[in-house]
Nanobody, 121 residues
Framework: QVQLVESGGGLVQTGGSLRLSCAASGIIFSWSVMGWYRQAPGKQRELVAHITGGGSANYADFVKDRFTISRDNAKNTVYLLMNTLKPEDTAVYYC???????????????WGQGTQVTVSS
């Protein structure tokens, strides 16, 4: 089974920065998209950013050029550099990977357990 290990979350002050990492391990044949979602208390889970293996990235409007997603295909790892953090960025951030375990298997969405990001005002 594919496992996603997230790191880099924590507590920062308004205007600070954090760099999240998500490393995929286990049996993986190929993946098409890796990305980040977040969910604040009492809110719906929302897309933050995602990136394809070819480097095509997409961002939510609320990022406003503050966040940068990148990936290392050789390590099956995706990063999210978050700058100029705001209190409204406080949420649990979830890593996701869309991939397949074999060439004949269908694509499946895998999820990490989430990492807490807290921005103090």
């Amino acid at each position: 089974q594919v496992q996603l290990v997230e790191s880099g979350g924590g507590l920062v002050q308004t205007g600070g920065s954090l760099r999240l990492s998500c490393a995929a391990s286990g049996i993986i044949f190929s993946w098409s998209v890796m990305g980040w979602y977040r969910q604040a208390p009492g809110k719906q889970r929302e897309l933050v950013a995602h990136i394809t293996g070819g480097g095509s990235a997409n961002y939510a409007d609320f990022v406003k050029d503050r966040f940068t997603i990148s990936r290392d295909n050789a390590k099956n790892t995706v990063y999210l550099l978050m700058n100029t953090l705001k209190p409204e960025d406080t949420a649990v951030y979830y890593c996701t990977l869309q991939g397949r375990l074999t060439r004949l298997a269908p694509f499946y969405n895998y999820w990490g357990q989430g990492t807490q990001v807290t921005v103090s005002s």
